[in-house]
């Protein structure tokens, strides 16, 4: 195996000019850094992991997991959870993890916002670019700061991070309309639903890639099926019962759902009521411990899950390799599998 020394001489530079080239610090002419990646791969020069988790320690690298949280984010939760558990495993490296939790429900003030900003000061950062602007204004500060990033559930290219990790929510709309597909044996009317406070729900990326997805594989696979509409539920059980009544008023048809972006899931139970004694296909995203209960229920006829626990733990396990073995991430977008349930799981 060759060492530091070996790569060095084989490259005609100090072993403190291949530190710099392989963990990105300082300033090093183009010219040289060529040689030196050039010397790293003729010899297969493998670094001494056990060694460099060592230095971690004395390096007292900090990572920072930004998330949301809120009464309608029951998904981020999970999501945090698999992140804290990889915090557990990182800080035995002696990798610290500071978590950045912004609360949807409960906004910080301006000045809130600019004390935990100005307090930032971590290596490396994972974050959701949420339309939230402390959020935003966090991410910026990386950027100023040159730190890598990572960006899990959505996706931002307009900031410069590493890499995003989280669902292909275009397949996942192409998987629910294949759901949808193997119900409709006799015609459907669906309606595409989601919860959000604003029009701006309709404009996310997760709802709108989910959309164009499901509607592109119904027109080119399922002709049967017949999408009556697209809907916007507010935040609260009072407004859901109303908004699908109104719609079941122009619509009395309507014997399916596609519903996008379900919040807490309290949504399934009001659509259940409003619609009465109608049979109706109810396909959704995400799988937490209430989706569960709906499905054992019948509520939900399927739903989509986007493995939040991968979610949470890659995005760290990335930020690390990154600063501790100079690995830069083999990928762009790291999709996490998309898994169907449906009741019978759990029965």
Known sequence: MATLRQVAERAGVSRRTVDRVMNHRGTVKPETA????????????????AGQALAAKKKKIRLAFCSVKGQAAVLHEE????AMRKARELEKLGISVDFYTIDRDCPLTEAEAKHLVEGFGCDGLAAIPYEDPTIRQLICKA??????????????????????????????????????????????????????????AFRSPNYHDRVNGFEKEIAEKFPQIEIVGQY?????????????????????????????????YSVCRAIKKA?????????????????????KEGIISAAISQD???????????????????????????YTDLQIYIPQNFT
């Open 34 to 49: 060529e040689r030196v990646r050039e010397a790293l791969i003729e010899l297969n020069y493998q670094p001494d992991q």
């Open 79 to 82: 999501i945090r959870q698999g």
């Open 143 to 200: 950027e100023s700061l040159n730190i890598p990033m990572v960006f899990y559930n959505v996706d931002n290219d307009s900031f410069k991070r590493s890499c995003y990790v989280g669902c292909d929510y275009n397949k996942a709309g192409r998987l629910a309309a294949g759901l949808m597909g193997m119900c409709a044996e006799s015609g459907l009317k669906a309606g595409i639903f989601t919860v959000g406070g604003s029009d701006a």
């Open 232 to 264: 916007l539920l507010g935040w609260d059980i009072f407004d859901y019962y109303d908004t699908v009544k109104r719609v079941l008023h122009q619509q009395p048809d309507m014997n399916a759902v596609y519903l996008v972006n379900p919040g807490d």
């Open 275 to 295: 619609m009465e004694h109608k049979t109706i296909k109810l396909i959704t995203n995400d799988v937490t411990a209430e989706a569960i209960a709906l499905l």
């Open 308 to 334: 939040p626990e991968r979610q949470g733990s890659l995005p760290l396990d990335l930020l690390f390799e990154q600063l501790v073995f100079a690995k830069n991430p083999e990928q762009e977008k790291y």
